[in-house]
């Protein structure tokens, strides 16, 4: 970078202020589609994160306190606020993470789901009483929050999962810890200061940047009581390993690898168009892409149809009219997708459509990868058994559904799944059987809205409880459950009980 030129400065929020890092370390926030850098994102020191975690602890204090409504009422203004500004949320996620402009506002809007749904938390948090369940004695829980929790995020929705994670968080009377993806930190720095802009107090949100280190320093600290991460299996199994040896609550969503089932008697125009979207949108950035089809009975007939569905899609820089697949994240994702493709040729798979190094005129110097179509793939091969992250469909064969669906839950992810069929009795049979948390019935990317609990299963996550919908409310809260006798001065004394019964 030239060193002349002014770049803005990503800051940090602690304490209810945007403040500048004191650190030397710094990197660069690149626009994907074009390499101009945005701006800076410091790598905050050890002493900026203590800060951040001790002004959480304070703020809880009063937070934790805070009438439900007073809550609920920061998340409605919360949700007016990210609709006015939704253009220009867009945009900047656009710039700094790649995906088009009706994607980026896709992000912004799954994220807002959660906040309309934290609005409701007066509801959601409510506990349970059993009157009379011995002689004038009554049972009740209270959810209370648990202190300062922590959220990490992934490069791949920069405002959606941030907003899986701090307004329940708060919602639920905790004060919080945010660290985005050092690779596109700023739609989610404006989204935090909407939030401060909403009401939220000093302290009640603070957010630090970094890698690796801030992670391990997130997971070691003492005064963090919950952390939610999502990204790389890699990173959430260390972050899940070292922060639950630290006596911490942990919720950690990770790496996919989702299977799509298409039968003969699917609708096959509707079922190619949902699949080309789902394999190459967000080019393949998606924790919920569908990166495998498996093709049963005749529908193996239809590869050429998805070959000549996918050439149909447009590869341009994200703000371009009409884009489908915009850029991959960074140099490094490029060539390490592209390097997946050359181990798919080496491994033996058929490369039915090769989309490296596509011509994007005006965006030369982007890292695109277009819709890449693989056939023949098996077990074994790198494509199939990494998680490539970019737009390339390993397409599979199988005689039924009976072998389809033992071979998915042969593959160790659960996050996601769909299966293309207009039979009722398949799709249950589907429902039943397969061994995968997110299932979509004629819908390829099954992500729940937040009535609901985002459920990815086995290789894809740790932890018990989902990070949005009810699930959520238990993960950030501790249930106390009181058990309560009053007495008057007319009733009569009961004499010394010596058993564990109450009477
Ligand atoms: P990543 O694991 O590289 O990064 C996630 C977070 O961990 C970032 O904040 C990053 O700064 C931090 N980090 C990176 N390397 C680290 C290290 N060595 N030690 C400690 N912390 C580290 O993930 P990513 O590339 O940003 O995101 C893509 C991944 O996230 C994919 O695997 C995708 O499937 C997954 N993902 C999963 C879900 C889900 O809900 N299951 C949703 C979105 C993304």
């Keep these: 970078m030239d060193a002349a030129v002014k770049v803005a400065t990503v800051k940090l929020l602690i304490n209810g202020e945007f403040v500048e890092s004191k650190t030397t370390e710094w990197r660069d926030v690149v626009n994907p589609a074009t390499q101009q850098v945005l701006a800076r994102v410091p790598f905050a020191t050890q002493d900026e994160i203590n800060a951040a975690v001790a002004a959480a602890k304070e703020a809880f204090k009063t937070w934790r306190k805070t009438p439900i409504g007073a809550r609920a009422r920061i998340f409605l203004k919360l949700q007016q606020l990210i609709r006015e500004n939704m253009a ?31 609005s409701a938390i007066g509801n959601l948090q409510l506990g349970e009483l059993a009157n009379n369940v011995a002689n004038g004695v009554d049972t009740y829980t209270v959810l209370q929050p648990l202190g300062v929790c922590a959220g990490i995020t992934p490069f791949n929705f920069p405002a959606m999962i941030p907003l899986w994670m701090f307004p329940m968080a708060i919602a639920t009377g905790n004060t919080f810890v945010l660290k985005p993806s050092e690779q596109d930190p700023m739609v989610t720095m404006r989204l935090c200061e909407l939030a401060l802009e909403a009401g939220v107090p000093p302290g009640v949100l603070n957010v630090i940047h970094g890698g690796e280190m801030a992670v391990n320093a997130i997971c070691d600290h003492p005064d963090i009581k919950a952390i939610s991460f999502v990204g790389s299996t890699k990173v959430g199994t260390h972050v899940y390993n070292r922060a639950s040896l630290n006596g911490k609550r942990v919720q950690c969503m990770m790496g996919a690898k989702n299977h799509a089932i298409i039968l003969p008697d699917a609708n096959k125009e509707q079922t190619l168009n949902a699949i080309a979207g789902a394999s190459f949108g967000a080019a393949g950035q998606r924790c919920m892409a569908l990166p495998v089809v498996v093709l049963v009975g005749e529908a193996q007939k239809w590869l050429p ?17 009409g884009t489908d697949v915009g850029p991959v994240i960074s140099c490094a994702a490029l ?16 490369l039915e459509l090769d989309g490296r190094k596509p011509n994007v005129p005006g965006y030369e110097k982007g890292n695109f990868v277009g819709p890449t179509i693989f056939s023949g793939v098996k077990p074994g091969m790198a ?26 839950n ?8 769909a299966v293309f069929t207009q039979s009722g009795a398949a799709a249950r049979k589907f429902q039943e059987e397969i061994d995968v948390g997110q299932v979509g019935i004629n819908v390829p990317v099954p992500v729940p809205v937040p009535l609901f609990s985002f ?13 949005y919908g009810k699930q ?10 009181v058990t309560a006798r009053w007495f008057d001065d007319s009733t009569a004394g009961q004499g010394v009980n010596t058993t564990i019964s109450l009477k």
């Design 410 to 417: 042969a593959n160790p992810n659960g996050n996601g799944t």
């Design 472 to 481: 959520v409310i238990l993960f950030y809260t501790q249930t106390k459950t």
């Design 383 to 408: 494509i199939y058994d990494q998680e490539i992250f970019g737009p390339v469909l390993s397409v599979v064969a199988a005689k039924d559904l009976d072998e389809a669906i033992e071979f998915i």
């Design 88 to 118: 220009e949320l867009a945009a900047t996620l656009t710039a700094e993470q790649g995906k088009t402009l009706p994607d980026a506002e896709g992000d912004v809007f799954r994220g807002l789901e959660v906040v309309e749904h934290a």
């Design 455 to 467: 459920s990815g299963s086995r290789a894809s996550k740790l932890g018990d409880l989902g990070p």
């Design 305 to 321: 149809d998805l070959v000549a569905k996918a050439k149909t899609l447009k590869v341009s820089g994200g703000t371009e009219k």
């Design 335 to 350: 060539s390490r997708i592209e390097g997946l493709i050359e181990r798919g040729i080496a491994d033996g798979a058929t």
